[in-house]
């Protein structure tokens, strides 16, 4: 065999093996991805079902601090605790199938594949905590509950945080009204504390300057910043329609199922 039939040789090996790695490599990110997309969909999922959850438990119905009302407390009951701990234990389980592939230059390689279901679950997390203490999480809180070996952007916690304000929303709405022992309908706790939360998040967000056609992201941000400005808009104009017109309902009234929330 001559010197360059024996180089040939050498390098048709050289590349057959360099492209072999090549397709091993693109086999391993393919089935990461994969992975990653379907823990994706049972994490957001999952979360949907924990606020579909939260949603259920009624004002009426919570376990009231009557020396300081404007903290009052709701308390789970045993089936929906019950079934927001079997979501939650999902939620771990598909966020630990991923581990591995969510490590280091993967956490970026990822990110899209995972963001949407990552902001789906802290808007549940926002939300069951501020039901249950009347608190927004921190970026750094939310970071923790998660758990440190994955990667929650800035962006996907802000974005997540106004999802949440369209379940606050429609939560203070269902509750708009409480009933007193004398049987005065007035505007409920959670629902004046919710519009005054809103109220605020609005405040803030009003100072941001975003070119809404410079990134994707900023796109969703300014189309998730107008769910802000809406749900405001709907809690402010429920709770002042109680207020202004609550003196004009007769004694005993209480809105049914044919009012469709009008006063």
């Known amino acids: 065999m001559s010197v360059s039939a024996s180089v040939a040789t050498i390098d048709r090996q050289t590349v057959t ?14 089935d990461a991805r994969d992975r990653v997309i379907k823990a994706s969909r049972d994490i957001t999922a999952a979360s949907k079902k924990i606020i579909f959850a939260l949603q ?30 079997g979501l939650e234990r999902k939620i771990t389980d598909a966020f630990g199938a991923v581990k591995d592939d969510l490590q280091g230059a993967g956490a970026w390689r990822y990110q899209r594949q995972i963001s949407g279901a990552i902001q789906e679950y802290i808007e549940a997390l926002l939300f069951r905590e501020y039901l249950m203490d009347r608190w927004i999480l921190s970026h750094k809180e939310v970071q923790k509950l998660v758990g440190h070996e994955f990667l929650v952007t800035y962006s996907d916690y802000i974005l997540g945080l106004l999802d ?40 803030g967000f009003s100072a941001l300057r975003v070119n809404s056609s410079s990134h994707t992201s900023s796109t969703e941000f300014v189309k998730k910043l107008n769910t802000l400005y809406n749900s405001v808009d709907k809690v402010e104009k429920a709770v002042y329609s109680l ?8 004694e005993g009234w209480i809105p049914g199922d044919d009012d469709d929330g009008r006063i």
Do not use: W
């Open 243 to 250: 207020t202004v017109r609550g003196s004009e309902l007769p």
């Open 17 to 30: 093996a360099l492209f072999s790695s090549f397709g091993s490599a693109l086999d391993a990110h393919h």
């Open 164 to 203: 949440t304000t369209g379940e606050l929303m429609r939560f203070a709405i269902t509750n708009l009204y409480d009933v007193t022992a004398s049987g005065v309908v007035q505007v409920s706790a959670i629902a004046k504390q919710i519009c005054q939360l809103l109220r605020t998040l609005r405040i």
């Open 56 to 85: 259920r438990v009624k004002y009426v119905d919570a376990e009231i601090q009557r020396d300081d009302p404007n903290k009052a407390g709701i308390k789970l009951d045993s089936k929906i605790a019950g079934d927001i701990g």
